[in-house]
């Protein structure tokens, strides 16, 4: 009885392979060498020649000229440019801290926009019990608005905000800011909140 058979099971049954079923096999697992034109993190510096995946090439390295094949008319070329140019090695720029004087000003320009600012918060109301708010304010969200609104960061601990603001209404809240900061005639920093509804 003769049978027919199909895709792999030709194969098994019978003794004869077909050379290309093997070949195929290393097909997704190919890397390609290329030449890059710039330093890459995690990858090499440029002029290098290292092994990449022919998709990762197509898509974002070639389209990009951040690499080319390494064959010998691209690889003679960067070789050429390398001679012309001489790339010196970048330096690491080290980071030097800002002087005290520096960090009291900015602290000071922004204890001033903080003090002379009202901040606007919009929030759904519980119906029939007045000027009740749905969600309570709470200091996170405080720090966002002022973050949004104001363009200044600050940090959780210069703002004094005791329990959660849950009615509508003006606030006066209480900044906590570094004692070299002069305060505004006499009086302590505070922030002007409004509550609004939504």
């Not at 019990?129 to 104001?150: D, F, Y």
């Amino acid at each position: 009885m003769a049978c027919l058979h199909y895709g792999k099971n030709i194969l098994r049954q019978s003794s004869m392979h077909h050379p290309l079923f093997y070949a195929a096999q290393g097909v997704r697992y190919r890397k390609l060498e290329v030449i890059l034109t710039t330093t890459i993190n995690k990858l090499g510096k440029a002029g290098e020649t290292v092994k990449v995946a022919p998709g990762y090439f197509r898509n974002y390295l070639m389209p990009k000229l951040l690499a080319l094949p390494n064959i010998d008319k691209f690889a003679h070329l960067i070789r050429e440019q390398r001679k012309i140019y001489q790339p010196e090695e970048v330096e690491e720029v080290k980071v030097v801290s800002k002087s005290e004087e520096i960090n009291s000003k900015e602290y000071e320009f922004a204890a001033n926009r903080l003090a002379k600012a009202k901040l606007n918060i919009r929030k759904f109301i519980i119906e029939g019990k007045g000027n009740e708010v749905r969600e309570p304010v709470t200091k996170e969200e405080i720090l966002a608005e002022i973050a949004r609104q104001l363009q200044v960061h600050i940090e959780p601990e210069n703002l004094h905000l005791p329990t959660a603001l849950s009615a509508l209404g003006e606030y006066k809240v209480p900044l906590r800011l570094p004692k070299a900061i002069p305060k505004p005639a006499g009086e302590e920093w505070v922030l002007n909140v409004k509550v609004r509804k939504r």
